[in-house]
């Protein structure tokens, strides 16, 4: 883990990030537990992802955020990975040992599992789990989801090559197949809705919704939505009116994520509840 330095600048970069909730959530922590540091979001030139890290750090940086675009680029520029970054391909944690070598990690499959087990304690094992989407966002939760234990992963996709993809990369991890969207109401015909259903798709941002069948949902299915938002996502509002049981968005995650950042950078995991619930009053308005 990364050493626990004082007064360190740490921050998030992405392109664009004026919408990034870090620094609030980064800030939370900090005062949370009493450590003196400084994080900020900064919107990084494409061109200049590489360059931007280098200088950051040369210049008292003790640790750094990566989001969109620049994922894939960070998982290229660490000199070290764990186990967890190269399982998922993409980086979203930097940070430097003490002998100067950049280490990235990505927490995103954490803070999912954490968020679902520990905040709302549904258990994952022997689990029937269909995730939606077989981009960067899915392939960075599907080692965690595994370790969890599930009895299956069905990972669908519109375009079905993508799922066999992502579904041959985790096999070995656990029972992973793949299936076209299209197909998915006759794979629940022979063997029942979901226990769980993930939508790691982008859809919801734009208020849109996959293709999905509602006999995907049972009375007892819990959807998770890697969106958030103010109210019920598209994908969670669909699911809800289909009769499934509970529906859960993103925002846990994000937090979760953070917390699982900010202890690989300071050695101290900050307690994400009241973070959670700061964030969701800001964004109700209350």
């Excluded at 360190?8 to 959530?25: E, L």
């Excluded at 992502?166 to 226990?195: N, R, Y």
């Amino acid at each position: 883990m990364a050493t626990v330095e004082q007064k360190k600048h740490y921050g998030v970069f992405g392109n664009p990030i004026s919408h990034s909730k870090s620094p609030t959530i980064h800030t939370l922590f900090a005062k949370q537990t009493q450590q003196q540091l400084q994080y900020d979001a900064f919107c990084i030139e494409i061109d200049q992802f590489n360059s931007s890290v280098s200088e950051f750090f040369t210049n008292n940086g003790g640790g750094l955020n990566v989001t969109v675009p620049f994922k894939e680029a960070a998982f290229q520029l660490a000199d070290h990975l764990t186990d967890r970054a190269s399982q998922a391909g993409a980086v979203n944690t930097l940070w430097h040992d003490q002998q100067g070598k950049l280490w990235g990690d990505n927490t995103d499959g954490v803070g999912l599992v954490r968020d679902i087990q520990k905040n709302h304690n549904y258990s994952l094992q022997d689990k029937r789990i269909l995730v939606i989407g077989a981009g960067g966002a899915v392939r960075g939760v599907m080692a965690p989801l595994l370790e969890a234990t599930p009895q299956s992963i069905t990972v669908a996709n519109r375009t079905h090559e993508k799922a066999e993809l992502l579904a041959s990369l985790f096999q070995t991890f656990g029972s992973v197949t793949a299936q076209k969207l299209s197909s998915l109401a006759s794979l629940v015909q022979s063997d029942g809705p979901f226990d769980l259903v993930v939508n790691g798709t982008a859809a919801s941002l734009a208020g849109e919704l996959p293709p999905l069948p509602e006999s995907l949902i049972g009375p007892d299915t819990w959807t998770y939505d890697m969106m958030y938002g103010p109210t019920l996502t598209v994908f969670n509002q669909w699911a809800k009116d289909a009769g499934g049981c509970v529906q859960l968005d993103g925002l846990g995650m994000l937090v979760e994520q953070a917390a699982e950042s900010f202890y690989c950078w300071r050695g101290i995991r900050p307690d994400t509840q009241p973070v959670i619930r700061q964030l969701l009053c800001e964004m109700q308005g209350t």
